[in-house]
């Protein structure tokens, strides 16, 4: 069975420190007062590109061997996987790198990757769909496949944000971790558990697309998953099965969060800590907030992407706007 340790980690660490930022571990006072325990934030909307995802795809990129990275590269991605795999083949020195995005992808990502030096494709209306785009190229030129999720590789650079969170806070007793296809909370449980084994890792999925938490539930590993419409963009689809093989049996639970618990929370972050992240990036905290997190003292939320786009946030901030004096309050449950 493949099998990735914390040497993995350590290993992937040594690679990529230069290329990617040793991201804040935010304690949040006014939450912690509010929930009745400590949390803090991981801030990985901080990293480079806007999310953790510089991490996995450098310690993949920098891997390769010199003729497969002439071979050129091939990704897939709701937007995040593709800034960090552009990222990364910018570090590279890369020139053949092809990036199929889902058309519509939040503009704000599209935007950013326009700065790179790399092919764009905006392929179909799910992950799925730019995917199995992405996979036939890697067919035809022999291309690299980076996967998002389903790579040893990826998943050990992922879990160099576990090494920070348990560096940085060694008494650390409840990780929770936003989980589309698996790769940052595999990583982060491998770490986080292989220092200490009493360290409890949740992952969140959204109820639109509860694949990691159906995973758990019946033993095996759903992907592709057809997913509902969901805010959380990258967290729609399915788990992977190298995520699955290696770190399913450490991950304590798994929990749901609704469309509305994730808006919420996206604006809580505003108002407790003045902190911006995307839908998907807010999934750990919208857990917490709405109180199906039971957290012994010291809990982390990992913040895993800031990538939001002005037209999606006020759409949130509108459906949290303040109510007249008259009328039902909506706010978020924080205040």
């Given at each position: 069975?493949?099998?990735?340790?914390l040497e993995d980690i350590r290993l992937a660490r040594r690679r990529i420190s230069c290329h990617v930022a040793h991201?804040?571990?935010?304690?949040?006072?006014?939450?912690?007062?509010?929930?009745?325990?400590?949390?803090?934030?991981?801030?990985?909307?901080?990293?480079?590109?806007?999310?953790?995802?510089?991490?996995?795809?450098?310690?993949?990129?920098l891997s390769l061997t010199p003729a497969a990275r002439a071979q050129g590269i091939v990704a897939a991605s709701a937007?995040?996987?593709?800034?960090?795999?552009?990222?990364?083949?910018?570090?590279?020195?890369?020139?053949?790198?092809?990036?199929?995005?889902?058309?519509?992808?939040?503009?704000?990502?599209?935007?950013?990757?326009?700065?790179?030096?790399?092919?764009?494709?905006?392929?179909?209306?799910?992950?799925?769909?730019?995917?199995?785009?992405?996979?036939?190229?890697?067919?035809?030129?022999?291309?690299?496949?980076?996967?998002?999720?389903?790579?040893?590789?990826?998943?050990?650079?992922?879990?160099?944000?576990?090494?920070?969170?348990?560096?940085?806070?060694?008494?650390?007793?409840?990780?929770?971790?936003?989980?589309?296809?698996?790769?940052?909370?595999?990583?982060?449980?491998?770490?986080?558990?292989?220092?200490?084994?009493?360290?409890?890792?949740?992952?969140?999925?959204?109820?639109?697309?509860?694949?990691?938490?159906?995973?758990?539930?019946?033993?095996?590993?759903?992907?592709?998953?057809?997913?509902?419409?969901?805010?959380?963009?990258?967290?729609?689809?399915?788990?992977?099965?190298?995520?699955?093989?290696?770190?399913?049996?450490?991950?304590?639970?798994?929990?749901?969060?609704?469309?509305?618990?994730?808006?919420?929370?996206?604006?809580?972050?505003?108002?407790?800590?003045?902190?911006?992240?995307?839908?998907?990036?807010?999934?750990?905290?919208?857990?917490?907030?709405?109180?199906?997190?039971?957290?012994g003292r010291k809990c982390v939320a990992v913040l895993s992407g800031g990538n939001i786009d002005a037209s999606t946030?006020?759409?949130?901030?509108?459906?949290?706007?303040?109510?007249?004096?008259?009328?039902?309050?909506?706010?978020?449950?924080?205040?």
């Open positions: 069975m493949t099998e990735i340790t991201t804040p571990l935010h304690y949040s006072p006014l939450c912690s007062a509010r929930l009745g325990f400590d949390l803090w934030l991981k801030m990985e909307n901080r990293q480079h590109t806007g999310s953790f995802k510089p991490r996995g795809a450098l310690n993949k990129i937007g995040n996987h593709a800034l960090g795999v552009a990222h990364a083949a910018r570090v590279a020195g890369l020139r053949e790198v092809d990036i199929y995005v889902q058309a519509d992808a939040a503009p704000a990502k599209i935007a950013k990757l326009k700065q790179y030096d790399i092919r764009m494709h905006l392929v179909g209306r799910t992950f799925e769909e730019a995917q199995q785009a992405a996979l036939a190229h890697a067919g035809s030129t022999g291309a690299t496949w980076v996967s998002a999720y389903d790579d040893v590789e990826v998943i050990a650079g992922q879990g160099t944000c576990g090494l920070e969170i348990m560096e940085d806070l060694p008494a650390a007793d409840t990780i929770v971790v936003p989980v589309g296809g698996g790769g940052l909370m595999a990583g982060i449980a491998i770490a986080a558990k292989s220092i200490d084994p009493g360290v409890r890792i949740i992952g969140v999925n959204p109820a639109a697309s509860p694949s990691a938490w159906l995973s758990k539930r019946d033993g095996r590993a759903y992907d592709p998953y057809d997913h509902e419409p969901t805010l959380a963009q990258g967290l729609a689809g399915g788990f992977g099965r190298v995520p699955f093989a290696v770190a399913i049996s450490m991950i304590d639970e798994i929990v749901l969060v609704s469309e509305d618990e994730l808006v919420q929370a996206v604006a809580a972050l505003i108002d407790s800590d003045q902190v911006l992240v995307e839908a998907s990036g807010a999934a750990a905290a919208a857990a917490v907030f709405a109180g199906k997190i039971k957290s946030l006020s759409l949130i901030l509108n459906r949290c706007r303040r109510p007249e004096p008259t009328t039902q309050a909506v706010g978020h449950p924080l205040f």
